[in-house]
């Protein structure tokens, strides 16, 4: 058996060294190392995958969140409403623009933001809803856009873990995650579903004029050369990664079926086990289903009952499984974000959840022997 990695980065690599070699070389030998060919190549690129009208490149995830709001004119005191359990890069960015973070708890089959939680926490001062598709997939985005639209809201799609993924609106239509709310943002980060060298991010959006005045914000807000027309900040996919990144673009599909492949397996493997709960996959879904992408695993997190998360994770760590805990201390607990309005019954979901998830290895070169043995490990633990 191949020693079992929390992400296999080597591996992905010597499949596309040929191909990313040659196009990374180029970049040196063209010496186009800020805003070249590959960057350009690269948004269209992204454009087509994602269906949408604009993409604009950016540093990476965390910028993309900062750069939405700056783009939609969020001014202090503006209140934003976001889920309490996931990357504090979401609330991070909300708070350093001096607006107001508002979380709310989430739900606690799919770890994604509670639509009756938002409801709940607006407020005359809500400005925008910040949902995040965690794990690989999609908040629930047709209740979320109603609310949206009934109160005047935007709605920016923290869309970093989920690329690739689906929504499926009770129509039957189906659009790529991200591309739903006025603004959608994903990272590069090497771990992501798609992972540059380093790092990386970008926004997406189908509206003209918000495009317009992103592509100046993300470039010191110029929008003519040396005319700053607003306040804006420096934020760009190096060259270099535009070039990973259009080599790897075309294997998105593939590595995320892989990834839906070992959650599969995972899944059958678990499913018999008592004391664990294994992660659900899309509203209509009852399984992983192998037709649709609905969920696309950026983390394959099970919940493990009884108290007993971290003896288990203390018995993965001797046996040398590697295992993630995503996320150990809900945002509002963080004290960076403390904030005396909340209360404590109000997130009974990501206090729970803190407690009782772990995310297990995940990515797209995961062998069945390496899953099998992870999970007759757990197996042998929780009996
Ligand atoms: C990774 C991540 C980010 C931040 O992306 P960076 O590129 O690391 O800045 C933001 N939100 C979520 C949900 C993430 O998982």
Excluded: W
Excluded at 37 to 53: C, H, M, T
Excluded at 137 to 160: G, R, T
Excluded at 178 to 207: E, R, V, Y
């Amino acid at each position: 058996m191949k020693k079992i990695q929390m992400v296999d980065l080597q591996s992905q690599y010597k499949d596309i060294k040929e191909k990313v070699d040659v196009s990374v070389i180029n970049i040196m030998e063209n010496a186009s190392f800020i805003n070249g060919p590959s960057v350009k190549s690269f948004q269209k690129n992204l454009e087509n995958y994602l269906n949408i009208k604009h993409v604009i490149p950016c540093a990476n995830g965390t910028d993309a969140l900062q750069i939405a709001m700056m783009g939609l004119s969020l001014k202090p005191g503006d209140e934003v409403i976001t889920a309490d359990f996931t990357f504090a890069a979401t609330v991070e960015v909300i708070s350093l623009l001096n607006l107001t973070p508002v979380l709310v708890d989430v739900d606690l089959e799919t770890f994604n933001i509670d639509c009756d939680k938002i409801k709940k926490a607006i407020t005359s001062k809500t400005k925008a809803i910040v949902p995040v598709h965690l794990f690989g997939q999609s908040a629930n985005m047709e209740e979320i856009m109603k609310i949206a639209d009934e109160n005047n809201l935007f709605v920016i799609e923290d869309n970093a873990q989920a690329i690739g993924s689906e929504y499926e609106f009770s129509s039957g239509e189906k659009v790529k995650t991200g591309t739903i709310g006025n603004i959608g943002t994903t990272s590069f980060f090497p771990s992501k579903n798609l992972g540059c060298f380093g790092d990386g991010g970008a926004l997406f959006t189908n509206d003209d004029d918000l495009a317009h005045a992103i592509r100046g914000i993300v470039n010191h807000g110029m929008y003519k050369r040396y005319h700053h027309d607003v306040v804006g900040v420096n934020s760009r996919l190096d060259s270099i990664q535009a070039a990973v990144l259009n080599v790897k673009i075309p294997y998105l599909d593939s590595y995320n079926k892989a990834r839906q492949n070992a959650a599969r397996a995972y899944t059958d493997a678990l499913k018999n086990i008592e004391g664990l709960i294994t992660p659900k996959a899309g509203k209509k879904c009852t399984q992983i289903c192998e037709n649709c992408d609905c969920h696309v695993f950026h983390q394959y997190t099970i919940r493990i009952l009884n108290n007993k998360r971290d003896s288990l994770a203390k018995y993965l760590s001797d046996l040398n499984i590697p295992f993630g805990i995503y996320y150990p201390i809900p945002l509002h607990k963080q004290k960076a974000y403390l904030d005396s309005r909340y209360n404590e019954n109000d997130f009974f979901n990501t206090n729970l959840l803190s407690e009782q998830v772990i995310s297990l290895p995940m990515h797209s070169e995961l062998e069945l022997d390496q899953i099998n043995f992870i999970c007759e490990k757990i197996n042998s633990f929780l009996k």
